[in-house]
């Protein structure tokens, strides 16, 4: 499918979002640069989602409703092949965009054709902001930790339906997603703070065991566990869980110890 050169495809995937994804949709529709669609891939929903999100009554709102439950990353999926724009950002259904999210992203893109994808810093629950620095070396960074969030992600349409997102993982595929896209294509980082997440009672970060998505990564991505005091620990933590004994404990605590060191001078 041919895109529409310079358009923009926003996709959000949603389930149950009824109380928050008006908020979020807004943020969408306020920005300084418009989309071309904005496509609601809506997982299956059981409340009044589809009702909230048409009563905006937006041209640019394509709304999409799945037959069954497929997931966020099938929703995304379903979301990347429906794309008409030259470029695709994606946004979570319970967050919020600043105004200029788009329109500096784009420009990013315009200044440099062989970047394929750019992300900005989010700031999570008014707490903190990821990643805290510029990061340069992406690809290689990426290996160490995850800092790319999805709803930062701003990408050529083309390279996203190379990628795909990995259907399987049920947490983590932002970061799946993103270091198989290091492989073939250039990342930058926009060092801004252009999202805001929200994180709620029954977000994929509260309800997916962190431990086992982290051995479901590792177990896609052995050589991760060899790059970071942050993939030593977990990988620590996971040996720990299955083997407690002293030796496992006095090796988790050390990680430990170093990792909070290195996390005052790290990204």
């Not at 895109?3 to 969408?28: D, G, W």
């Not at 970071?228 to 004994?245: A, P, S, T």
């Given at each position: 499918?041919?895109?529409?050169?310079?358009?923009?495809?926003?996709?959000?995937?949603?389930?149950?979002?009824?109380?928050?994804?008006?908020?979020?949709?807004?943020?969408?529709?306020?920005?300084?640069l418009q989309p071309y669609?904005?496509?609601?891939?809506?997982?299956?929903?059981?409340?009044?989602?589809?009702?909230?999100?048409?009563?905006?009554?937006?041209?640019?709102?394509?709304?999409?409703?799945?037959?069954?439950?497929?997931?966020?990353?099938?929703?995304?999926?379903?979301?990347?092949?429906?794309?008409?724009?030259?470029?695709?950002?994606?946004?979570?259904?319970?967050?919020?965009?600043?105004?200029?999210?788009?329109?500096?992203?784009?420009?990013?893109?315009?200044?440099?054709?062989?970047?394929?994808?750019?992300?900005?810093?989010?700031?999570?629950?008014?707490?903190?902001?990821?990643?805290?620095?510029?990061?340069?070396?992406?690809?290689?960074?990426?290996?160490?930790?995850?800092?790319?969030?999805?709803?930062?992600?701003?990408?050529?349409?083309?390279?996203?339906?190379?990628?795909?997102?990995?259907?399987?993982?049920?947490?983590?595929?932002?970061?799946?997603?993103?270091?198989?896209?290091?492989?073939?294509?250039?990342?930058?980082?926009?060092?801004?703070?252009?999202?805001?997440?929200?994180?709620?009672?029954?977000?994929?970060?509260?309800?997916?065991?962190?431990?086992?998505?982290?051995?479901?990564?590792?177990?896609?991505?052995?050589y991760l566990k060899d790059?970071?005091?942050?993939?030593?620990?977990?990988?620590?933590?996971?040996?720990?869980?299955?083997?407690?004994?002293?030796?496992?404990?006095?090796?988790?605590?050390?990680?430990?110890?170093?990792?909070?060191?290195?996390?005052?001078?790290?990204?």
């Open positions: 499918m041919s895109q529409i050169p310079n358009a923009i495809s926003v996709i959000i995937p949603t389930y149950n979002r009824a109380h928050l994804i008006k908020e979020s949709l807004k943020s969408v529709l306020d920005q300084t669609e904005i496509i609601v891939v809506d997982d299956f929903s059981t409340d009044n989602t589809e009702e909230v999100i048409k009563s905006l009554n937006s041209p640019l709102i394509k709304y999409v409703k799945n037959q069954r439950k497929k997931g966020a990353n099938g929703a995304r999926n379903t979301g990347i092949l429906m794309a008409q724009g030259e470029y695709i950002a994606f946004h979570d259904s319970d967050d919020i965009w600043l105004p200029k999210k788009l329109e500096l992203q784009k420009a990013i893109m315009e200044i440099d054709s062989s970047n394929h994808m750019n992300f900005c810093c989010m700031e999570v629950d008014k707490q903190q902001t990821i990643p805290k620095k510029r990061i340069h070396d992406v690809a290689n960074n990426l290996k160490k930790k995850n800092f790319i969030s999805t709803q930062t992600i701003f990408l050529r349409t083309d390279a996203a339906r190379v990628i795909m997102f990995d259907e399987n993982l049920k947490r983590f595929q932002d970061w799946d997603f993103c270091l198989r896209f290091s492989e073939y294509y250039k990342i930058f980082h926009l060092d801004k703070v252009l999202v805001i997440q929200r994180i709620s009672n029954d977000s994929i970060t509260n309800k997916v065991n962190y431990l086992e998505s982290y051995e479901a990564i590792f177990k896609k991505y052995p790059f970071g005091i942050y993939n030593k620990v977990l990988d620590q933590e996971l040996i720990y869980q299955k083997e407690k004994n002293t030796v496992n404990f006095f090796k988790l605590f050390f990680l430990k110890l170093m990792r909070r060191v290195i996390m005052m001078y790290s990204f």
